[in-house]
Every structure is written in C-alpha cells, then in structure tokens.
C-alpha cells in the first residue's frame, strides 16, 4: 500500500471496488471518449450491465440495462469542476427494492391514465392500477422496472448506448406487441440526447418519457428552489385532485406556471394557489409553443453557484415539470446522502397526461403499422460569470 494514502482514500477506494456498486464519487479523469460495459448484478436471474459513455470533453453518464436507468450524469462547473446532477443510488438492489423513478426510461404511458382505462376502436382496455385510482407511468411494472437490450455504440456524434425490449401484447393491459428502441447518446456538444422508436403489431397508445432528477448543483447538495428556469409554454393543463389534467388548457399569465421570463423555482411554489396544492408543489403538464415534431428549445435552467445551465431541447408537444414533491427524506442516495424534499426537478417531455381519455389533446394513439419516433435532449454548458 503506498503510505502516502490517508486512510480515507483507503476507505473510498474500498467503497469503490465493492460489488453491487454502481456509482462512484470523487473528481473524474478525462478518459478516452468511448462506452465501456461492465456486468453489476443479476435481476430474476437476468444479468444487469451498466454502460459508462464518455465524451471527447470527458462528460460521462452510467447508464444500466434494468430500466435504461441513467445512474449517473458528470458534468463540469464554470471552473472545470465535474460533478454529478442526477440523483440516485449506490447500488443496483436499491433500484430495485424501490426508486420514484430515479433517472428511469418510463412507458408504455408516461404520466397518468385516469382510472387506468381507455376506450381504443371501441374496445375497452383496462391497465395495471399503481397511483391511487389510476395507472401511473405504464403500471406496476412499466419499462423503467424491465432489462433492456444493450449495445454500445461509437457514432460520429459521440458515444451511444442502443437498448431494446419487446411488451408483449397484453403487458400492463395495453394492447399489442410493442418493438421499442431507445438511444442514449452523449454527444459532443455535451447533450444526453435520447431517441425514441417504436412500432406496433396491434393498433396501441404509447408516450415514453425519460425521469432524471437533476440537481445543478450536483445531487444531495441542497433543494433546487434556486435554480432559475424557463419554459416556452404559455399553457399549462391544470389537474383534479388525482393528478389527472381536467382537460382544460389554462394561460400561465399572472399564474405561478408563468415560466415565460426566468424564475426561480422556489419564488413562488408556496403561493397560495389551488394548482400548486393539488400537485404539492409543481407536478405539471405544459403545453409546449411550437411545433410538435421539430426539436426545439423548450426550457433553460440555471444554477448560479455553479455556473452549471442546462436546456432541454425535444420534439414532444408537452412536459412534466416535477419539483420532487414527494421526496421527504426517506431515501438515501447516493454516498450516503439523504434526499429531501425538493432536491430534485424533473423536465419529462411528453404527451400531456390521460391523453387516451382526453379527445382534445393531441394524439397519442400508435396504428399498426405506423412509427413513433421522439428525440429529447438535455445539453449542458455553463455560465462563466455569477
Ligand atoms: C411524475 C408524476 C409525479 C410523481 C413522479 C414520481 O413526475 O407526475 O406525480 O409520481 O412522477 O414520484
């Protein structure tokens, strides 16, 4: 042993070989640009890989087979100090045991379906119940809980990571086979740019979305009450007091969803309004201005301590603004830390919620034959002054 390590850095290189870990702290290296592959674990006898891809300006993102789970997101400061912006956990277990959703690939649905059901051709279907009355993120055991597929890739744009699954007809109650590939690249401009393929055997609905917890100031380091944001959408749809959009498009002006200009966070989440207490907080769709199927800008976020800004960019009509309400400190991530309430948002672009119900939203039913395709993409860069 060289005598010249402290007995700490003893323990954290101890803690990193532990098996069963998935994550690891402390300041990363610029490695070689590239995907490496490493097993983790098994689940119902099925081994778990976790993919490490690394970018040309040594961003890195872990990423695991079980729920296409980004496990971990590393990205510099304005000083060139990388650190992680999604939370999680250290080990594969505690994904499995329980996570709301940490860093999770979601379908069939993302968001709710009211009362899980929904009439297709006439034909009543009716889904797997697991939020109250209703079917919540594809069901009791949606995509972010399945193995995926894995195959790493080198494309021009940066390393990727393609992964598949087949539902099969009749999974969580939704009808057809449903061939589903999702990509995760880091690109070389520094997104987390994630494509999305489906195609049918079976006339279906599908609205798959992507659930990471960022934290700009790097995960377990505070709320993200500070964190100044920006959404292009001057309509919200408000909910019922089960999350379910009441079908109505409200105008975000002279509302706290007036995201329009930037505001922070928390300057208005305990704001005496009836939406804010029926979601706890932010727990909404929005209405996204512009045009459905051309990647666009669609949020900004800043963290000003950090320098640290992310955007969102996407082809989805709507997104899910979730300011981790429901976390409460119950759930300790990653290197020990605790997770309270508010310690992460999440900009899960989608479909707006019960669209199957809601004759007046946009879509989201996929024919045989057709083919769904969605891309979003969450880019980091910083800002150099305060
Ligand atoms: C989504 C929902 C929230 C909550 C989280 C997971 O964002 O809209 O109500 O269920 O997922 O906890």
């Known amino acids: 042993m060289n005598p010249k390590m402290s007995a700490s850095t003893v323990i ?180 987390l740019k994630i494509d999305y393929f489906a195609t049918t055997d079976k006339d279906t609905v599908v609205n798959l979305t992507h659930h990471s917890y960022f934290n700009l100031a790097g995960e377990g380091n505070g709320d993200i009450l500070n964190h100044r944001l920006s959404i292009a959408a001057n309509y919200f749809t408000p909910v019922d007091a089960g999350s379910i959009p009441t079908g109505e498009f409200r105008n975000v002006k002279g509302t706290p969803f007036d995201f329009m200009g930037q505001a922070t966070i928390g300057a208005r989440i305990n704001q005496d309004d009836e939406q804010l207490k029926l979601g706890n907080g932010y727990d909404h769709n929005f209405v996204l201005n512009g045009k459905t199927g051309q990647l666009q800008q669609v949020a900004t976020v800043l963290e000003d301590t950090t320098g640290r800004m992310m955007e969102v960019w996407t082809t989805e009509p709507g997104m899910q603004f979730y300011t981790g309400n429901f976390l409460d400190g119950a759930l300790t991530g990653k290197g020990g830390k605790v997770y309270q309430r508010r310690f992460g948002f999440c900009l899960e672009t989608q479909h707006y919620p019960d669209s199957p119900n809601k004759p007046n939203f946009p879509s989201t039913v996929l024919r045989k034959g057709q083919r769904y395709r969605s891309t979003t993409s969450y880019r980091f860069m910083v800002r150099k002054t305060a």
């Open 12 to 191: 954290l290189i101890a803690m990193l070989t532990l098996p069963g870990m998935i994550s690891a702290k402390g300041k990363s290296r610029l490695k070689g640009a590239g995907v490496t592959r490493e097993n983790v674990g098994t689940v119902d006898g099925r081994g778990v890989d976790l993919y490490t891809l690394t970018n040309v300006h040594g961003l890195e993102t872990k990423i695991m087979s079980y729920g296409g789970i980004v496990v971990s997101l590393r990205v510099p400061d304005r000083r060139g100090a990388f650190d992680d912006v999604v939370l999680g956990f250290d080990t594969l277990d505690t994904y499995v045991e329980s996570t709301p959703y940490f860093g999770a690939l979601i379908g069939r649905y993302g968001n709710r379906i009211g009362k899980g059901r929904f009439i297709l051709n006439g034909v009543e279907y009716k889904l797997a119940i697991n939020n109250g009355e209703n079917s919540l993120h594809g069901g009791v055991k949606g995509f972010d809980k399945v193995i995926w597929n894995g195959r790493s890739r080198k494309t021009m744009n940066g390393p990727a990571l393609e992964l598949t699954y087949l539902s099969r007809d009749g999974e969580e109650g939704y009808p057809g086979n449903l061939s589903v590939k999702v990509i995760y690249t880091l690109t070389n401009h520094d997104e």
